[in-house]
């Protein structure tokens, strides 16, 4: 069974500081990674999603993310934060012929001026 | 870009009720979902709908629900008897679905309905 372990469930970093989101996953094959972002009272929205290739993915709003096959990861990064940027940030994973998405808990990021 | 549009964003009901909760998805989408997220804990998977059956369930998706496609537009997860464990953020959510494969699609969520169950 596929599962997705976000270590961090609230990060405060300041605007302009790097952000770095973890992810771990749980799958016996190579998994298809999403990462989404939630703002309040919003739906969940994509930021990027990798399945295979170049294992640095970028996505919308200046985010990317890493692929590491031997660490299970998948963690999500941003060079320079902005406060727009504070939310809520879910990892997933979809795995096999399955439909549905794994979430993980949710990392909230405060961003301070 | 195009929305899954739910209705309605809050519901509350009295335990013992029966509630709908509606979906509107992306019209040229195939491959439809229900997902909740109880307050403070993760988004779980509950249903995929595709080509008017379920594809693929989990335990949570136990007798008290069924979701069901009325028309050509709509699609909605029906609760029989709600319980107060049923309050959550129910999210819907479509994708394209092309010749009904999913695993490498984004998928596009609505904005939720917000369901309190007293």
């Known amino acids: 069974a596929q599962s997705v372990t976000q270590p961090d469930i609230h990060i405060t970093v300041s605007e302009g500081a790097s952000l770095e989101l973890r992810c771990n996953y749980s799958y016996g094959a190579t998994p298809y990674l999403f990462w989404y972002v939630q703002s309040p009272g919003q739906g969940l929205q994509l930021l990027l999603k990798?399945?295979?290739?170049?294992?640095l993915v970028q996505g919308i709003k200046g985010f990317e993310a890493e692929f590491k096959r031997s660490q299970s990861s998948f963690n999500l990064r941003k060079p320079s934060v902005h406060w727009s940027d504070a939310a809520e940030y879910f990892c997933?994973?979809?795995?096999?012929?399955?439909?549905?998405?794994?979430f993980g808990t949710g990392t909230r990021l405060q961003v301070t001026l | 870009e195009p929305e899954v549009t739910q209705t309605p964003s809050h519901q509350v009901t009295q335990m013992g009720q029966e509630v709908i909760l509606r979906c509107v998805p992306i019209?040229?989408?195939?491959?439809f979902y229900w997902y909740r997220q109880i307050l403070g804990q993760k988004v779980e998977f509950l249903v995929s709908?595709?080509?008017?059956?379920?594809?693929?369930k989990s335990e949570i998706f136990d007798d008290q629900f069924s979701v069901e496609r009325p028309d050509g537009s709509n699609f909605t997860l029906k609760i029989r008897s709600t319980k107060l464990e049923d309050s959550a953020m129910y999210f819907c959510?479509?994708?394209?679905?092309?010749?009904?494969?999913?695993?490498?699609?984004?998928?596009?969520f609505g904005s939720g309905t917000q369901l309190s169950v007293l």
């Open positions: 709908f595709y080509n008017n059956e379920i594809s693929e």
């Open positions: 990798y399945f295979s290739g170049d294992t």
């Open positions: 019209s040229n989408h195939l491959y």
């Open positions: 997933a994973v979809r795995g096999g012929t399955a439909s549905k998405l794994t």
């Open positions: 959510a479509s994708s394209e679905g092309v010749r009904g494969r999913t695993t490498n699609e984004k998928l596009f």
